[in-house]
């Protein structure tokens, strides 16, 4: 049974620290790993993501500041996110793509930054 298991989210104050993990199992041929948010009222949107290969790419409002690093012998993706904003204020989702196609999404984190 595939499970995508996410941690690591909470309650910050702006400019503090946290660090996403989410660890995959039963997926056959993982290829991408990444992080998507949405917050209230927002569609899902890309934050960052990594492939097999390590190549990385992130969106342009947290370049600079969050980090996607990947332990493939553990199939787990972490998201390091410093200097966090109110508005990076959303349910922060994993995501894996698999080679044949298939793709896979975790059940969310909240993460809240207050001002």
């Known amino acids: 049974q595939v499970q995508l298991v996410e941690s690591g989210g909470g309650l910050v104050q702006a400019g503090g620290s946290l660090r996403l993990s989410c660890a995959a199992s039963?997926?056959?041929?993982?290829?991408?790993m990444g992080w998507y948010r949405q917050a209230p009222g927002k569609q899902r949107e890309l934050v960052a993501r990594v492939t097999l290969d390590g190549s990385t790419n992130y969106a342009d409002f947290v370049k600079g500041r969050f980090a996607i690093s990947r332990d493939n012998a553990k199939n787990t993706v972490y998201l390091q996110m410093n200097s966090l904003k109110p508005e990076d204020t959303a349910v922060y989702y994993c995501?894996?793509?698999?080679?044949?196609?298939?793709?896979?999404w975790g059940q969310g984190t909240q993460v809240t930054v207050s001002a």
């Open positions: 039963s997926i056959f041929r993982i290829n991408a």
């Open positions: 995501h894996v793509d698999a080679f044949f196609g298939s793709n896979y």
